[in-house]
């Protein structure tokens, strides 16, 4: 796995776990952190924030379903699509995955989405992103 791929699965690994503990919408969670500049500090101090445990940075006491674990695995191979397909920085990646009606699909376990390959949800995102919609009949 290379540098830039920790990067984005630790980024991705605070939001999730962000939005666990303040039992907030991943969505809101990542906005949250973007708009106050977490995910700015995350990316310029990861050489030292990585090495710290997430108990150092949030009160862990929850355990992941699989749901949300493969949500996650979801959301970290999007943004990594997303940083070679369109060459930006995963910090604007994540910016727009997160603002997108397929994250919101996505999280919702009634859609089934999370069930799917995540180059299959990256599909899904990038007829969103070409058509402005989401145009998949099935979610």
């Given amino acids: 796995m290379n540098e830039e791929r920790k990067?984005?699965?630790y980024a991705v690994v605070c939001v999730s776990e962000f939005a666990r503990k303040?039992?907030?919408?991943?969505?809101?969670?990542?906005?949250?952190?973007?708009?106050?500049?977490?995910i700015e500090f995350l990316k310029?101090?990861?050489?030292?924030?990585?090495?710290?445990?997430?108990d150092d940075t949030l009160d862990d006491r929850y355990t992941m379903t699989k749901q949300e674990q493969l949500i996650e695995y979801h959301i970290q191979d999007i943004i990594a699509y997303m940083v070679k397909d369109l060459q930006i920085e995963y910090d604007q990646a994540m910016q727009i995955f997160y603002n997108s009606q397929t994250l919101d699909?996505?999280?919702?376990?009634?859609?089934?989405?999370?069930?799917?390959?995540?180059?299959y949800v990256y599909g899904i995102f990038q007829d969103e992103r070409n058509f402005g919609f989401l145009i998949?009949?099935?979610?």
């Fill in 7 to 9: 990067q984005i699965n």
């Fill in 22 to 38: 303040h039992n907030l919408a991943i969505k809101d969670a990542f906005q949250f952190l973007f708009n106050f500049k977490a």
């Fill in 136 to 139: 998949q009949a099935e979610i």
């Fill in 105 to 119: 699909k996505l999280t919702d376990v009634e859609t089934g989405l999370y069930l799917e390959s995540s180059a």
């Fill in 44 to 54: 310029e101090n990861y050489d030292i924030e990585h090495t710290l445990s997430l």
